[in-house]
């Protein structure tokens, strides 16, 4: 199988490893590069472990391919400028939160690999003969589909591992094996930063097909409720068959959340504020169903699901436009399926349009639509594949609006204004007035505008 690497990269690599061949050390890719390479994938990462040389040696030799810089010498790091590299040598960690770190070039490769979080990433792969080296049987593993750590007590040093487990379920879908199951259902995943947690989310979002996998896990383990516990309430809460055969809220969310991964666009915040969605967009329902008259409705959930999404997300997310969009398509969610059913016009599109910007847009909600219809398999499992007439029609009515991607520009600005207002709130006002007007009547004179919105503003021009 060839290397999933850019040809110019895989040159240089080769070149730096017959290099550290003849002076008696050998490059192996370690990490996730191995795996992927087995599996077919192309890495997102390149890192190469050095055995038989000292650090100070490994630099010397990488000196002679370019200007060499030291990621952190105490981790035995270093990249060569020109190659997205990471080269190292063999280390080994004492345990606890202080650790104490010896680089041994001379470590077995059993030993070295040890550290690792899983099997199927501990393989090692000689840089130029590509043989493969599995001191901890990951080739087996991964065709068996299981996910299984090295050493328990390692494992539960770092609690971001625990994450990891969840996002390598769904994007790889395998599960873990007993005692990774126990060992996560125990360990302490309070110290884990906001910022690492959204970037194991965002993995799982971007990258697995079935997202859905890696939050059932979540549930089985026990922890869905550390981490989420707004979505706990989703399992006991049941939905009107009618709409929903598929079952209750939980069931009908993981579907949703599959659908949503199927409509992705390679755009990172969209993407990122569609699933997101996808997985906020009925938390209200706990909190609002109720039985009338022999059915099951949830009135306002969409309301209620925004301010719980908001919530949830300040505890993991860094990014206000992800937030906010997110937010802004909860709370919106239902308004395609009432404009189809309203037969709504351009005016309410526009006003939509507006609430949406300037994180997200009628596209973006259509799509989060979309993976709502497709959320019903009544068989259970992967989502439905089917178009909507509904969410065909929204689509088709946006466009016809002009504000599928960005709501209407304004007419009257500031600048039209200036012989008769300063900047400033009062001017604002009248920005304000004008926009509406030109939204709700469809006014596109700028003259119009301007009187009929100072006007409206108790703003008297002298004559």
Not at 204 to 215: I, K, V
Request: net charge negative.
């Amino acid at each position: 199988m060839e290397l999933r690497l850019d040809s110019g990269q895989r040159e240089r690599i080769e070149a730096v490893g017959r290099r550290i061949a003849e002076a008696g050390g050998r490059a192996l890719y370690v990490g996730g590069f191995a795996r992927d390479h087995l599996l077919g994938r192309s890495p997102k990462d390149v890192d190469v472990e050095v055995y038989g040389l000292s650090l100070d040696r490994l630099e010397t030799l990488l000196a002679e391919f370019g200007r060499v810089r030291l990621v952190g010498r105490r981790f035995g790091v270093l990249r060569l400028d020109g190659l997205e590299v990471e080269w190292s040598v063999p280390r080994r960690d004492s345990l606890g939160r202080r650790p104490r770190i010896e680089i041994d070039p001379r470590m077995s490769f059993r030993d070295a690999s040890r550290r690792r979080d899983l099997t199927m990433n501990a393989l090692l792969m000689d840089v130029q003969t590509l043989e493969v080296i599995d001191p901890w049987n990951g080739r087996r593993d991964m065709a068996d589909r299981i996910l299984r750590t090295p050493d328990e007590e390692r494992f539960v040093e770092d609690p971001l591992r625990f994450f990891r487990v969840m996002q390598f379920v769904a994007r790889f879908e395998m599960q873990p094996d007993e005692l990774l199951d126990r060992t996560c259902r125990r360990m302490d995943i309070s110290g884990v930063s906001k910022e690492r947690i959204e970037e194991e989310f965002n993995k799982l979002w971007l990258e697995a097909t079935r997202p859905s996998l890696g939050l059932a896990w979540l549930a089985s383990v026990g922890r869905l409720g550390e981490v989420f516990p707004e979505l706990l309430p989703m399992k006991d809460t049941p939905q009107d068959p009618d709409w929903h055969p598929e079952g209750d809220v939980w069931t009908h969310t993981l579907q949703v959340v599959d659908a949503a991964a199927a409509l992705r666009t390679g755009d990172r915040p969209r993407d990122l504020m569609l699933l997101w969605s996808a997985l906020f967009h009925d938390a209200g329902k706990p909190g609002t169903t109720v039985e009338v008259e022999g059915r099951i409705r949830s009135p306002e959930h969409d309301e209620a699901g925004a301010e719980i999404a908001r919530l949830a997300l300040e505890r993991c997310l860094g990014s206000r436009t992800v937030l906010e969009g997110t937010v802004k398509l909860v709370v919106e969610h239902m308004k395609p399926q009432q404009f189809y059913q309203n037969e709504s016009g351009a005016k309410a599109f526009k006003r939509l349009a507006l609430k949406l910007s300037p994180e997200a847009d009628l596209e973006l909600l259509a799509a989060l639509a979309l993976a709502d219809c497709r959320g019903t398999n009544p068989r259970g499992g992967p989502p439905l594949e089917n178009d909507s007439r509904m969410v065909d029609w929204f689509r088709h009515s946006a466009r016809e609006s002009r504000v599928e991607k960005q709501p209407e520009k304004p007419v009257l600005l500031g600048r039209h204004l200036l012989d008769v207002l300063e900047p400033g709130p009062e001017m604002g006002r009248v920005l304000e007035a004008a926009y509406r007007i030109q939204i709700e009547e469809g006014i596109t004179r700028r003259d119009e505008l301007r009187s009929r919105a100072l006007a409206e503003c108790g703003i008297e021009l002298d004559n």
